[in-house]
């Protein structure tokens, strides 16, 4: 009765737009077939080697708390890990997106990270393997260095973030 595989993610949002342009136009996701369960949402495909893991993203009721708003931040889960190509693209999106990241080299691995937040302060982690890359190892500084536990989510920089990605491809 072995565990075969994570199926998906369920992330709240009080800007569906915003966190779906996150998704797709800055981290080149695509949207997924998502049933009508009637209130909004999307479902955003991850590729993996073994098919496809769904983001799911939902808006309105489902993702108010009792109080009408929806809780930033991943909870007790400090992160979501997610397999990536392209390190010098993404470090150049989050720029020009205007968005803060982290960086980390894992000690005695070829596995580089970035960190960056979504629009509802859900911390990723995309991983990279330099054999990959086809680059020189990065010089990580300290300012920009992962700290485990350190929030960097700034909400602020996520404001205009949709029209900021409309010019993404």
Known sequence: MPITGLL???IKTEDLDT??????RLLGLRLA???DFGYPGAWIAVPTPVGEAVIHIYAGGPALGRDGTVTPGTGAIDHVSITAVGWNDFR???ARAG???R???IPGTTYWQL??????????ELTFDA???GIATPVVTDAMRYRAGDSFFDRAAYTGLAARLAAFA
Do not use: I
């Not at 960190?115 to 990723?124: A, M």
């Open 8 to 10: 998906h993610v369920a």
């Open 19 to 24: 966190t779906v342009a996150f998704y797709t």
């Open 33 to 35: 077939p998502r049933p």
């Open 92 to 94: 150049d999106r989050f």
């Open 99 to 101: 968005l803060p990241w």
């Open 103 to 105: 960086e980390f080299l």
């Open 115 to 124: 960190f960056v937040y979504d629009p509802s302060g859900v911390q990723l």
């Open 131 to 133: 054999h990959a890359e």
